[in-house]
């Protein structure tokens, strides 16, 4: 079933940081949300899960930093059973197991505290949170920024053989456009707290009409070093 | 000139670096890549001296790191921060003692991270992740320290906005002449920065080699998967 919100928008201290977005998601879509860094992605992103939450909407969140989804008091082994809980998903150990160890952090001590584990393997326990039910949406805010590039090309893969075929769609905010062209459908750009574009990928990083869009494309390589 | 030399450090029973040698020349730069967990954050904080080697030597011109004043970016853009402070008095923290403080350098830096005086009037969690990722280098650089210890320091941000922020570091340090130690996953940047990179799996350094080498024939199976794995990530492409 389609996910739609309208005139989502956000104001902090008097600037208002989200302009009035609009946004359909299709059943197994992917998405991809890019921008410059302080566009608004993030703040989109959360008034996206804020409103399909009200609607009563199931959808989880992988936060662009590790710290917002894990509170540093509490051992991961309570992370886990509270989205077990929150997710009204039945205690499974074999669930977690299976995720554990694709996301290859089964090795990891789940009685410590977040900060007991290095930043890139709490960012695939939060990632593995976020499998545990079916949700309708989920949404990864730079999930692969602390990842080398062999495990998050292990993850992106993982992600996209867990969800195949289950309905769950996907928004993917990334700084990482080549990421994006491999693994999303469609391409959102967002400038100034407004999205100024949206096309299929293919047309989005072929023809780029917007300034923003052109200079996310432009600058994709580190081969052509700009300036 | 930084030394490590032979330096093994031990966490319990495992061992998180192990024998591990390299320098650093002043103006120089040095990726370090390899694995999540392969000890490149252990190797920072050895740098540093908050871990004490359990064999091995690091030192700075002959003294101990910390002499020589060095400045760390952190992975986690925010914890750089206390929460409770505005960002400016945050960034100028290690020139709060200079009289009178560096407004010159503050004013260029700030221009090339495109950071705004608003910015700089609000606190860390009232910044995008990337914006905070830039007030954290501009807080490293401001003193012009002669060694720079750089942990994921473009993680969180836009593909133009890395490649200037490259540029400008890249700008000040052929200027400056301090050290960089960059730790980094990105091997399009390490390859288009660094003058070495060390693959680090397990504690230990499987190879250190000039970027073009590795791109072109990494030596060993690590180093070829690392490597095959960013070109599938598109770190290599060509602009269209
Ligand atoms: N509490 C606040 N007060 C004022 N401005 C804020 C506040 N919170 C966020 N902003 C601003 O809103 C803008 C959008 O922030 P957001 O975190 O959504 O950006 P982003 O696109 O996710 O950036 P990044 O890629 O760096 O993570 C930024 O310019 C940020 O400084
Ligand atoms: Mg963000």
Not at chain 1, 54 to 62: D, T
Not at chain 1, 157 to 175: Q, V
Not at chain 1, 194 to 199: D, L, P
Request: with cysteine.
């Amino acid at each position: 079933m389609t996910l739609s919100v309208s005139g989502l928008g956000a104001v902090r201290s008097g600037r208002t940081i989200l302009h009035p977005t609009s946004l359909e998601i299709a059943s197994g879509d992917r998405i991809g949300l890019v921008g410059a860094s302080g566009s608004g992605k993030s703040t989109l992103g959360h008034a996206l899960i804020d409103d399909l939450r009200a609607q009563g909407r199931g959808v989880a969140h992988v936060p662009q930093s590790p710290d917002e989804a894990l509170d540093p008091l509490r051992s991961l082994e309570f992370h886990w059973n509270e989205a077990e809980l929150a997710l009204k998903a039945p205690p499974d150990a074999d669930r977690r197991k299976r995720l554990l160890s694709a996301l290859k952090i089964a090795g990891g001590d789940l009685g410590k505290r977040p900060w007991g584990w290095s930043r890139g393997m709490q960012q695939r326990f939060v990632i593995a949170m976020a499998l545990i039910g079916s949700p309708e949406l989920i949404v990864l805010d730079e999930p692969t920024s602390a990842l080398d590039p062999v495990i998050a090309a292990d993850t992106m893969d993982l992600l996209e053989s867990h969800l195949n075929g289950t309905g769950t769609a996907t928004l993917l905010i990334t700084h990482d456009l080549g990421l994006a062209a491999r693994r999303v459908s469609r391409l959102m750009v967002m400038d100034e707290g407004r999205v100024v574009e949206a096309a299929s990928t293919q047309d989005l990083l072929e023809c780029p009409r917007t300034g923003a869009a052109k200079s996310l494309c432009a600058h994709r390589s580190w081969l052509a070093v700009p300036c | 000139m930084l030394r490590v030399e032979s330096v093994s450090v031990r966490r319990g029973r495992t061992m998180t670096l192990e024998d591990v040698s390299l320098s650093l020349e002043p103006g120089r730069t040095l990726a370090v890549v390899g694995e999540s967990g392969a000890g490149k954050s252990t190797l920072i904080a050895a740098v540093l001296g908050f871990l004490r080697p359990w064999r091995g030597e690091i030192s700075w011109a002959g003294a101990p790191v910390r002499d020589c004043a060095p400045s760390l970016v952190m992975q986690e853009p925010r914890a750089a921060f206390n929460p409770t402070l505005t960002l400016r008095r945050s960034v100028m923290e290690p020139v709060a003692a200079r009289r009178p403080p560096p407004l010159d350098r503050m004013e260029r830096l700030c221009r090339g991270l495109e950071l705004t005086h608003d910015l700089l009037d609000r606190r860390p969690l009232e910044v995008s992740i990337g914006q905070a990722q830039r007030l954290g280098l501009l807080r490293a650089l401001i003193a012009a320290p002669p060694l720079v210890l750089f942990d994921e320091p473009l993680s969180a941000l836009d593909a133009f906005t890395q490649k200037r922020t490259a540029r400008l570091i890249a700008d000040l340090q052929a200027e400056e002449g301090f050290a960089a130690l960059i730790v980094t996953h990105d091997l399009g940047y390490a390859c288009a920065y660094a003058d070495d990179i060390a693959v680090l799996r397990s504690g230990r350094i499987e190879e250190l080699t000039r970027p073009k080498d590795f791109i072109a024939s990494p030596r060993t199976a690590y180093g070829r998967k690392l490597r095959d794995a960013a070109v599938a990530l598109g770190a290599f492409e060509r602009a269209a």
